[in-house]
C-alpha cells in the first residue's frame, strides 16, 4: 500500500486551462503539505492543513486553491495554467500534535506529479 | 528558521562510509537539524533527526557538535542506491505544520 498516493503522476495541458491534483494519505496522519519543485530543483512548500484547516499559506497566486475534504486527502486546484506553474508537485504528510500524536517533524512524501504547460 | 551551507557535491566510494558535513553556525537551541534525501525522480524521504545528540537510525547516524553550529550525516556502508540528493534542514518544532525549508542540498555519488 502506498502511506501517500498522487494523480496524476503525469500531466500535460495547454495555458489557460484549469486542472486538479489528488493526495490522498493512509498513515493516519492530519497534517497534509504541497510542495513544489521547479525545474532548478528548489522545494517550497505551497501549503499545509491541519484536520481540514489551513494552517500554511505562502505566497502563492490565488488560481491555487487547495482543498481537503477530509484529513485524509488534500487536493489542489489550478486556475488559468501559465508557463511558470510547469513544475513538480510533492504532496505530503506528518502527524502532528493536536491529535494526541507526537510531531517527530518527519514528513512522507508522495512521488510527485510531474506538470507541463504547453 | 537558520540557514544551512552544503557542499553542492560529493563523492563516495561504494562499502565505503559517506559523510555528508552542514554548517547551521545560527542555529537557536529550540532549533532540530534535520535530514531528507532525494533520490532521482522521487519524493524526498526522510532519514534522520536531532537536537543536541548524536543519533542513529537503521539508516545513517546524525553528530552534532557540542556547539550545535555544524552537523555530519553518516551513511556507515554507502551503496549505489544511496545516490542521491541530501538536504539538512533546521526547524523549529511546531506542535503541527512543520515549514522544512529545503535548500540547494549535497549530491552524492556512490561510485563502484
Known amino acids: 500500500d502506498t502511506a501517500v498516493s498522487q494523480t496524476p503522476k503525469y500531466l500535460v495541458t495547454q495555458m489557460g486551462n484549469d486542472k486538479s491534483i489528488k493526495c490522498e494519505q493512509n498513515?493516519?496522519?492530519?497534517?497534509m503539505y504541497w510542495y513544489k519543485q521547479d525545474s532548478k530543483k528548489f522545494l517550497k512548500i505551497m501549503f499545509s492543513y491541519n484536520n481540514k484547516e489551513l494552517i500554511i499559506n505562502e505566497t502563492v497566486p490565488n488560481r491555487f486553491s487547495p482543498k481537503s475534504p477530509d484529513k485524509a486527502h488534500l487536493n489542489l486546484h489550478i486556475n488559468s495554467l501559465e508557463l511558470g506553474d510547469s513544475a513538480v508537485y510533492f504532496c505530503?504528510?506528518?502527524?502532528?500534535?493536536?491529535?494526541?500524536?507526537?510531531?517527530?517533524?518527519?514528513?512522507?512524501f508522495g512521488e510527485g506529479s510531474r506538470l507541463t504547460v504547453l | 528558521d537558520a540557514k544551512t551551507t552544503q557542499p553542492p557535491s560529493m563523492d563516495c566510494a561504494e562499502g565505503r562510509a559517506a559523510n555528508l558535513p552542514c554548517n547551521h553556525s545560527?542555529?537557536?537551541?529550540?532549533?532540530?537539524v534535520y535530514w531528507y534525501r532525494q533520490i532521482h525522480s522521487q519524493g524526498p524521504q526522510y532519514i534522520i533527526h536531532?537536537?543536541?545528540n548524536n543519533e542513529t537510525n537503521e539508516m545513517a547516524s546524525l553528530i552534532i557538535t557540542e556547539d550545535r553550529k555544524s552537523s555530519t550525516l553518516i551513511l556507515p556502508h554507502a551503496t549505489l542506491r544511496d545516490t542521491a540528493v541530501y538536504y539538512c534542514?533546521?526547524?523549529?518544532?511546531?506542535?503541527?505544520?512543520?515549514?522544512?525549508?529545503f535548500g540547494a542540498g549535497t549530491i552524492l555519488r556512490v561510485k563502484s
Open positions: 536531532g537536537l543536541k
Open positions: 498513515l493516519g496522519h492530519d497534517t
Open positions: 534542514i533546521v526547524r523549529v518544532h511546531m506542535e503541527y505544520g512543520n515549514k522544512l525549508v
Open positions: 505530503a504528510s506528518s502527524q502532528g500534535g493536536l491529535a494526541g500524536g507526537v510531531n517527530t517533524g518527519e514528513l512522507f
Open positions: 545560527t542555529i537557536s537551541g529550540n532549533e532540530y
